[in-house]
């Protein structure tokens, strides 16, 4: 069995969106967050206007083919796990789905040989944005070439977790970054520049959410 089926992949922050949602307007519409936390609980954000805000909290049961929400009511989907970035939900009266990110995407494409060297060479090339501020964020991972358009080629969310450590779970949306180009990535582009070289992370757990690879660095800042 594919560990994408898993009750573990279900972890970590989702864009939770109805079916018709409009995507080509994404971040200007009304829209939810879940996080998913291993010890069985979830949060909820809403997402108006430019804020976002926890509106309930909760625990889940997700094994694989159904996933249960318990917080002011108890709601149950049906999951179809349409890829690794978009999961469909069923429920009695109405679809939802969960997305890594809000992208309308059939299959991931493959990079150009030239722009997977150069972010190969140039990590930084690929910049982080994140939109909200505190924990369970969803932040984008967008690569800048030097000439043409801007392309988002990711999407990650970070868990703290005690003794410095850190769970940083990617979701690639295309194909052609190689596992140890993402760890440079994370370490180079947000750890160093996104976030300023913070003094209170150690070890970094990266888990590539299409193939379930993991790689694991110590960070250290160095002066």
Known sequence: ??????PEAIRGVWFYVPEDFDMERGHERTRQQLAF????GFTRYQIKNDSRRAIETGDYTYDGNFLILRGRNTDTFRVRQKNHWRWDLEGKK????????????DTPEELSASAARDIRILPLRVQIQGRYKGEDTIFEAIYKPAEGESRLVGSFFVEEHPGQKRWVGITPLVQGIEPATWERIIEDSFLDLFLGKPDDVGVVTLRLLDSAESRVFNYKVSG
């Open 1 to 6: 069995m594919s560990s994408r089926f898993l």
């Open 37 to 40: 936390r291993l010890d069985g």
């Open 94 to 105: 109405k679809e939802q789905r969960l997305l890594r990110a809000l992208v309308d995407l």
